[in-house]
């Protein structure tokens, strides 16, 4: 069974930086890109960053491009989303999937809250 895993979410200023964290398990992860969504209430997720399967290509959202960055470790299963310089717009729960821009088995997990606030 596909299980994603987000942790790292929490409370912070503006200007500020977290890390996020994907656990994922149940598909051979080495072989899926994978996609970092943000969901605010009343909005639908969006894709925010997404990276190929080897890590080596990479994709973002305008609004986070040169603040935020995607990584993966294959040997744990587990996709990371770097967030620096906070704005209070990235406020919404995180959501990891597999696929590059697109859910492409059709799962999510919990998410994680974000909350940038002065």
């Known amino acids: 069974q596909v299980q994603y895993v987000e942790s790292g979410g929490g409370l912070v200023q503006p200007g500020g930086s977290l890390r996020l964290s994907c656990a994922a398990s149940?598909?051979?992860?080495?072989?899926?890109?994978m996609t970092w969504y943000r969901q605010v209430p009343g909005q639908s997720r969006e894709e925010v960053a997404a990276?190929?399967?080897?890590?080596?290509?990479?994709d973002y959202a305008d609004s986070v491009r040169a603040r935020f960055t995607i990584f993966r470790d294959n040997g744990k299963n587990t996709v990371y989303l770097q967030m620096n310089s906070l704005k209070i717009e990235d406020t919404g729960v995180y959501y990891c999937?597999?696929?590059?821009?697109?859910?492409?088995?059709?799962?999510w997990g919990r998410g994680t809250q974000v909350t940038v606030s002065a």
């Open positions: 990276l190929n399967a080897d890590g080596t290509f990479s």
């Open positions: 149940g598909f051979p992860f080495n072989e899926y890109a």
């Open positions: 999937a597999a696929g590059f821009n697109t859910n492409g088995l059709g799962y």
